[in-house]
């Protein structure tokens, strides 16, 4: 009771300044928007991890040396970086989606859902970015400090792993927040093959209640949110793994 009165003052207070969110008192359109907030962050939470880990390996395949690991990844990452992601997205959904269920006898039987791609082309898309920062990082890393390495016996595995890349992900930092706020910006292509992220929740509400600018409002200020966490908490990482006397 408590909850619907907040509700209802909510609703009251911004309807004098001309906003419309009576929907939030209805059982069913207030449901459908909750979930596309609860569905937006969850995708948020997928992923980043997958764009780390992935733009990780990415860089590491680019940073080999060996062609049959660096090519496919170098052609991938200019595919990936010079199309635009909801040409990415439409291209999964509705040519390598469709492929994969004749291959598995009708889409009644394939497991792959509109969600699932969401996340393997944002992800990879993101990946990309990352993989380009992180490579650069790695070159970036001295000549000299390479070589201490080897003088004290580190394999090229372990030069990669205990020197460049924690060096190499400190200095791309700034670009890496940057891509994971592009990220969280980037949920909203779900839409389009009617995932039901916020965006697409609201496009369901304001076609019914015509109340296009008060969802557009609130859309708004919640990827504004989202994103001024994801720098602050960036910003706090990159302050913590500052290495002294490095310049970083």
């Known amino acids: 009771m408590q909850d619907m ?11 004098r ?6 929907f939030l008192a209805t059982g069913y359109e207030s449901q459908i928007w909750r979930d596309g907030f609860v569905t937006t962050l969850y995708l948020v939470a997928l992923l980043i991890p997958v764009s780390l880990i992935f733009g990780l390996l990415f860089a590491a395949c680019l940073t080999s040396g060996k062609l049959w690991l660096s090519s496919p990844v170098r052609g991938f990452v200019e595919l990936t ?3 635009p992601t909801l040409v990415q997205l ?7 989606n469709t492929f994969v269920s004749n291959l598995v006898g009708g889409a009644q039987n394939n497991p792959l859902t509109p969600f699932f791609w969401v996340v393997a082309v944002v992800g990879l898309h993101i990946a990309a970015l990352h993989a ?4 650069a990082g790695i070159e970036a890393v001295p000549a000299s400090t390479i070589e201490a390495a ?13 020197v460049e890349v924690p060096l190499a992900f400190r200095a791309s930092l700034p670009a890496i927040v940057n ?19 916020i965006t697409y929740a609201s496009i369901m509400v304001w076609t019914q209640r015509d109340n296009v600018v008060s969802l557009m409002i609130a859309i708004l ?10 720098a602050r908490i960036g910003l706090w990482v990159e302050r913590k793994l500052a290495v002294p006397g490095y310049g970083i």
Request: positive net charge; without cysteine.
């Open 5 to 15: 009165n907040l509700s209802d003052l909510f609703v009251s207070l911004t309807s």
């Open 17 to 22: 300044i001309g906003l419309n969110y009576e």
């Open 81 to 83: 970086r010079n199309t």
């Open 90 to 96: 439409m291209f999964s959904f509705l040519v390598l």
């Open 132 to 135: 380009e920062a992180i490579r």
């Open 150 to 162: 080897r003088g004290i016996g580190f394999s090229q595995f372990q030069i990669l792993r205990y």
């Open 179 to 197: 891509n994971l706020i592009n990220l969280v910006k980037l949920t909203t292509v779900g839409n389009a093959i009617a995932v039901s992220e």
């Open 221 to 230: 200020l919640f990827f504004s949110i989202i994103n001024l966490i994801v």
